[in-house]
């Protein structure tokens, strides 16, 4: 039997034109008037890439940017740490791979996925703002800033993950007469663990990444020394601090690349 056409307004062609017309509606809305580049925008540019190749080295700026790299990699393994332990917790609850019934695993697929979502629908630059405000400039306010949203994010794929196992394995441990708490134990994990680590590390980068940008609020860190350097015009610094975030960034793709490997052999 031959499957009928599709129309214009179905599928991805329903897709496609709503794309378009947000397209279109979007660049509607800019202010043409305005001029697109600041006057002088075009200047402060120039010096700022012209500082590439000059970046400063001296000792003391050295040890400063050794110190603020530190502060940042701190921030974002403790609010990392603390996003595992919550995210793994919460994330095996909205699998609902522990519930026994029918009804109890979709009440704690949704009620679970809920709290994941509300947790990271607030980026971690304004849990950031709040943080700063409720308990000051302090660590803990990194760490938590970058923990609650984390925690949403990581849940919400390590259920998936643990969701996606296959059967085969885990109905083995069942028919063995395991309980569902042994298969997550000796089916699930050992199965989905490689996964989960990658997408681990992967947040780990992008948890110093926020870390850095956060240290604008004023928290120390490799992002509070790039905007006092901006603020002097000094750029030769903040292409030095740049270059170490993306050091950072390096080492840890270095480590997580490593450490999949080591799991492979």
Do not use: N
């Amino acid at each position: 039997m031959a499957r009928p056409r599709a129309t214009f307004l179905e599928g991805r062609r329903l897709v496609s034109l709503a794309l378009l017309a947000a397209l279109v509606w979007s660049i509607w809305q800019v202010q043409w008037d305005q001029p697109i580049i600041h006057g002088g925008g075009i200047g402060a540019a120039a010096d700022l890439f012209r500082a590439l190749v000059t970046p400063e080295l001296s000792p003391s700026f050295l040890a400063t940017v050794l110190k603020a790299s530190w502060h940042t990699v701190a921030y974002a393994f403790g609010g990392i740490t603390l996003a595992v332990g919550a995210g793994f917790s919460l994330g095996v609850i909205a699998s609902g791979v522990l519930a026994r019934s029918s009804t109890g695993r979709w009440s704690m697929i949704v009620g679970t996925r809920g709290l994941l979502a509300l947790m990271r629908a607030i980026h971690e630059l304004v849990w950031a703002w709040l943080f700063v405000v409720a308990i000051g400039l302090s660590p803990m306010a990194a760490i938590l800033a970058l923990a609650i949203p984390y925690s949403g994010i990581l849940g919400r794929i390590y259920s998936e993950i643990l969701q996606d196992v296959p059967e085969e394995p885990l109905s083995a441990l069942r028919t063995a007469g395991a309980s569902e708490w042994q298969v997550l134990l000796y089916g699930r994990l050992p199965i989905a663990l490689p996964d989960m680590l990658s997408y681990t590390f992967y947040r780990l980068e992008c948890a110093i990444r926020a870390a850095a940008v956060m240290s604008f609020v004023g928290v120390a860190g490799l992002g509070f020394q790039i905007q006092i350097s901006l603020d002097d015009l000094r750029f030769s610094e903040v292409w030095t601090l740049l270059f170490a975030l993306v050091g950072l960034i390096l080492l840890i793709d270095l480590w997580s690349t490593w450490v999949r490997r080591s799991l492979v052999r």
